[in-house]
């Protein structure tokens, strides 16, 4: 089952504007990650927010947790032809869920475009 | 330089056929994942080891089988009791087990149908 939703589906910017993506989940949390993939690759990390944070930055990337409406959204900032991808959040099921295991669970991804 | 390497890159089965995916990592990680990718979809786990000799089934592990007989690789089988088998199957690693930890993914082997 996939736990997370991204939100929106799709969607394209022009090169310099930001970016926003959305994640809802349905469980409790230990962590939730975020990561992009490029066409025919494999995933790559961008950021790790654990469940007692409620905002991390790296570099353009802005992740914020809000773990009172099950939910997080990330921000890319001065966007470049180059962040075009899918962006996939990702939750790591937190108490009373440990007996699932230790396994990602992923959500179904934003495409983004960034147009020249 | 250390990483995930799948292979090959592109596989096609016949009907009937059994086919293997090969996972090999040189990161020293204890667990290792197998996802199935499909079209304009999210990673759905199929297996996932976190220790040589165990592994433990994931959310669509029917029609799939896996060992895990040496660290550094983790095969996996499509059997012929997949039905539907087209899809970007992705595999990856972590030290220990997820908890506070990325994934490293390798770059994914395309299986498709002959």
């Known amino acids: 089952s996939q736990q997370g939703e991204e939100d929106p589906q799709a969607l394209s910017i022009q090169e310099g504007e930001n970016a926003t993506m959305n994640c809802s989940y349905k469980?409790?949390?230990?962590?939730l990650q975020w990561y992009r993939q490029n066409s025919g690759r494999g995933l790559v990390h961008l950021i790790l927010?654990?469940?007692?944070?409620r905002e991390k930055h790296s570099g353009r990337l802005r992740v914020t947790l809000d773990t009172s409406k099950k939910s997080s959204s990330l921000l890319i900032t001065a966007s470049r032809a180059a962040d075009t991808a899918s962006y996939f959040c990702?939750?790591?099921?937190?108490?009373?869920?440990?007996?699932?295991?230790?396994?990602?669970?992923f959500g179904t991804g934003t495409r983004l475009a960034v147009r020249p | 330089d250390g990483g995930i390497t799948q292979s090959p890159k592109y596989l096609f089965r016949k009907e009937g056929q059994n086919v293997t995916l090969s996972c090999e990592q040189n990161?020293?990680?204890?667990?290792m994942y197998w996802y199935r990718q499909d079209p304009g979809q999210g990673l759905r786990l199929i297996y996932y080891?976190?220790?040589?000799?165990?592994?433990q089934k994931g959310d669509i592990a029917e029609g799939y089988s896996v060992s895990r007989e040496k660290k550094e690789s983790f095969p996996l089988t499509v059997t012929s009791a997949q039905k539907n088998p087209t899809a970007f199957y992705l595999c990856?690693?972590?030290?220990?087990?997820?908890?506070?930890?990325?994934?490293?993914f390798g770059d994914g082997t395309r299986l498709s149908i002959l």
């Open positions: 990856a690693s972590t030290p220990r087990g997820v908890s506070n930890q990325p994934q490293h």
């Open positions: 469980t409790s949390i230990n962590n």
């Open positions: 927010i654990r469940s007692n944070e």
């Open positions: 990702a939750t790591d099921a937190g108490p009373p869920f440990w007996s699932s295991g230790d396994k990602l669970t």
């Open positions: 990161l020293n990680h204890d667990a």
């Open positions: 080891s976190q220790i040589v000799n165990d592994f």
